[in-house]
């Protein structure tokens, strides 16, 4: 007889709420709209995990360019790092490409 386990991640948001609960067996992480974050897809942090997320602006000549913009402060938003003890991860909002015809 074979047993399937499913296992249980739990994540939660250091600055909202939010929390969620997946069963994938596979190493993964889950983003949300984080209104603590002034709406933002931000990343879940696992329960038992110590984190800080930080929000870094983007300090470089916009020009033309369509970027991500912080809600609140309409200012451009370049990343959202998430720092743990084991490591750093970080999302990227790269400029949104556009066209002529």
């Known amino acids: 007889m074979t ?6 991640h739990r994540w939660y948001c250091g600055y909202c709420p939010q929390t969620d609960v997946t069963h994938d067996p596979q190493p993964h992480s889950r983003m949300h709209t984080c209104p603590g974050l002034r709406g933002l897809t931000a990343p879940f942090i696992a329960v038992g995990t110590k984190a800080k997320v930080e929000i870094h602006e983007r300090e470089d000549y916009i020009g033309s360019e369509v970027v991500q913009l912080d809600p609140e402060l309409g200012r451009p938003v370049m990343s959202i790092t998430t720092e743990r003890a084991d490591g750093t991860d970080a999302i990227v909002f790269a400029p949104m490409a556009t066209g002529r015809a």
């Open 3 to 8: 047993l399937l386990l499913r296992p249980v």
